[in-house]
């Protein structure tokens, strides 16, 4: 072993300094000892012996194609002092260690209030530089919402509120009963709006020769107009979830087949640029910070051809149909007013029941791994339920049919 490494001593009292290898036996075994030990690591990380991700080569980061960006932890040092403070010189400022003191834009007067209460405890600090704007991202161990700002606990099964996402109406809001509570129906759809100047910098980017300065400063330009575009979305949705989440402690959301909404050519951009999936995403992690409940409507429910008055279902309703209009007793309503509303009536009906076949009903907050017999989803017909013979002993059971999808992760 070449010297250079550096080991502590064997014996002896702990020095301030660690004593350098000199290639005797005794640094030799030692090294050894360490080698093995890492190619053992090694090893137990690529066969999964050891959990986590496989270990592979060190992959560095590129100036020029990585994105720029790096964490900082927060230790406090032994006269109670933190290395990450908020607010220390001014209202707007974070001091990080080894940087100094930087102002940022935002106010960051909650923050500096939960954590002169000590409700709130900064564990880190990223910074990231992202279509030319650098921002700093503080991780905080924050305790929960005051209780002012939580949903009561209610026991009755009514309440519901469902949640109709559209491309004409983004958002409508309505009660099983059929009072609108929320409707938003010119959302800002900043794709559309901003694709003439999109396409003029796209092509500007194809126009210069690759590797060239003038090229980057043309994709610069570019990626600044995403970052421009998706703030507003973003903000946008923010908006619309804030105001459902702390009006409504019950929302009814329909699962939606995103995925498969973005294969039609004609409404891919549309559907892309309004974004439904995020929607959901931030009405179901802010209904769990206020204590509220988001019940996912079973993705085959037909909300739209469905009357929410005497609840016959239609043949078809086409996109172009605004109103709605039941042949079978003449309702008329709203065509996205009508599928919340049915979409609250089946959160009313169906929310945390399970089929339970032994006791030969619903029960409300059943375990499905208890009791006997064969087990079934949510709302899936039974052999007892459909009066057929059950299934001899020795035949093997065929694959169940996937009867609902509302367990789904894509909303």
């Excluded at 005497?310 to 605004?322: D, H, I, K, N, S």
Aim: charged share 25%; glycine share 8%; net charge positive.
């Amino acid at each position: 072993m070449p010297a250079g490494c550096w080991w502590p001593p064997r014996t002896g009292p702990p020095r301030s300094t660690p004593r350098a290898c000199r290639g005797g036996p005794r640094c030799v075994s030692r090294c050894s000892r360490r080698l093995r030990s890492i190619w053992a690591a090694d090893r137990a990380s690529r066969t999964g012996e050891r959990k986590g991700r496989a270990v592979g080569f060190p992959r560095f980061k590129s100036k020029k194609r990585a994105l720029l960006s790096f964490r900082v932890r927060c230790k406090t040092s032994t006269a109670g002092r933190a290395s990450i403070r908020v607010g220390d010189h001014a209202p707007r400022t974070v001091t990080l260690p080894g940087i100094g003191t930087v102002a940022v834009r935002q106010d960051t007067r909650r923050l500096r209030r939960m954590l002169a209460k000590g409700r709130a405890k900064i564990l880190s600090a990223t910074v990231t530089h992202r279509a030319g704007r650098w921002t700093v991202s503080v991780t905080c161990e924050a305790a929960d919402l005051h209780a002012a700002a939580c949903h009561q606990p209610r026991t009755p099964t009514t309440g519901w509120v469902g949640v109709d996402r559209g491309l004409t109406a983004f958002v409508v809001a309505a009660t099983a009963d059929g009072t609108p509570t929320l409707r938003v129906d010119d959302p800002p759809r900043p794709a559309r709006s901003a694709m003439v100047r999109q396409r003029r910098l796209a092509r500007a980017v194809t126009r210069k020769q690759r590797g060239s300065r003038n090229r980057a400063d043309a994709a610069a330009r570019l990626g600044r107009h995403h970052a421009r575009v998706a703030a507003i979305r973003r903000r946008f949705l923010h908006e619309v979830s804030n105001k459902l989440v702390k009006t409504h402690d019950r929302l009814a959301i329909e699962t939606l087949t995103i995925t498969g909404m973005l294969t039609n050519r004609h409404l891919a951009a549309a559907v892309a640029d309004a974004s439904w999936g995020e929607l959901a995403r931030q009405l179901t992690y802010k209904q769990q910070w206020h204590g509220g409940h988001l019940c996912p409507v079973d993705r085959w429910y037909p909300s739209t051809k469905t009357c929410s008055a005497c609840r016959t279902v239609a043949a078809a309703v086409p996109l172009g149909q605004r109103v709605f209009t039941c042949q079978a007793c003449g309702y008329r309503a709203d065509r996205d007013l009508n599928a919340a509303v049915n979409l609250a009536i089946w959160a009313e009906q169906h929310h945390a029941r399970v089929r339970d076949l032994p006791a030969g009903g619903p029960v409300t907050k059943a375990r499905r791994g208890k009791g006997s017999g064969p087990r079934t989803r949510a709302d899936e017909t039974g052999p007892d339920d459909a009066g057929t013979a059950p299934t001899p002993p020795g035949v093997r059971h065929g694959r169940p049919r996937r009867a609902l999808s509302h367990n789904s992760t894509e909303l």
